[in-house]
């Protein structure tokens, strides 16, 4: 099973500084099959970065990922308030498997 | 629009059988897979498996085979995931998702509300 590691576990920010999220995997993804799902309390999650890179539909520009192999990084480029959540990386390579989060603070 | 419609909170005790529900519309329910999701209280997400609608072929994370089962009727593109003898250790929110199959192959792209199920006594 592919294991990935989020880190950091809490990241605390102002709005307008830049989020930068690193999630590892245990073994190199191929095709770069790398998700990042965003979950704001008491919500489900939703989709924001598939393919590494690629945006899902009606994601702000401000979110990009990035990263090959077995290191991705999914960036919020100007926090805002609303991006208070916890941010899941997913493989979907080899079966799946989650990372176990990252909770980024809006100060 | 995509949804995926999930039953509402279910509280059972211990032992007791349980089926949950995930309703699909705004696509094609036999094109996709349907994956679930458990998140146990201020925990993480875990991929539990999913099944395809169309032929009811089913996979299983190891972790779960054996302790849940999944289904679905494509007459009225709705997905189950159900437990024959519940445990405290259950109690978690469930998500069901669509997976996507061809290109992006594997990818959850949309959510379910998730259903809050709580085992006590």
Not at chain 2, 103 to 117: E, F
Request: charged share 15%.
């Amino acid at each position: 099973e592919i294991v990935l590691t989020q880190s950091p576990g809490t990241l605390s920010l102002s709005p307008g500084e830049r989020a930068t999220l690193s999630c590892r995997a245990s073994q190199s993804l191929s095709s770069s099959n790398i998700a990042w799902h965003q979950q704001k309390p008491g919500q489900a999650p939703r989709l924001l970065i598939y393919g590494a890179s690629s945006r899902a539909t009606g994601i702000p520009d401000r979110f990009s990922g990035s990263g090959s192999g077995t290191d991705f990084t999914l960036t919020i480029s100007r926090l805002e308030p609303e991006d208070s959540a916890v941010y899941y990386c997913q493989q979907y390579g080899s079966s799946r498997t989650f990372g176990q989060g990252t909770k980024v603070e809006i100060k | 629009e995509v949804q995926l419609v999930q039953s509402g909170p279910e509280v059972k005790k211990p032992g007791e059988s349980l089926t949950i529900s995930c309703t699909a519309s705004g696509f094609s329910f036999t094109k996709y897979w349907i994956g679930w999701v458990r998140q146990m209280p201020g925990k993480g997400l875990e991929w539990m498996g999913f099944i395809f609608p169309d032929d009811s072929d089913t996979r299983y994370s190891p972790s779960f085979q054996g302790q849940v089962t999944f289904s679905a009727d494509k007459a009225i593109s709705t997905a189950y995931l159900q437990w024959s003898s519940l445990t405290a250790s259950d109690t978690a929110m469930y998500y069901c998702s669509r997976v996507l199959t061809g290109t992006s192959r594997g990818l959850i792209d949309y959510w379910g509300q998730g259903t809050l199920v709580i085992v006590s006594s």
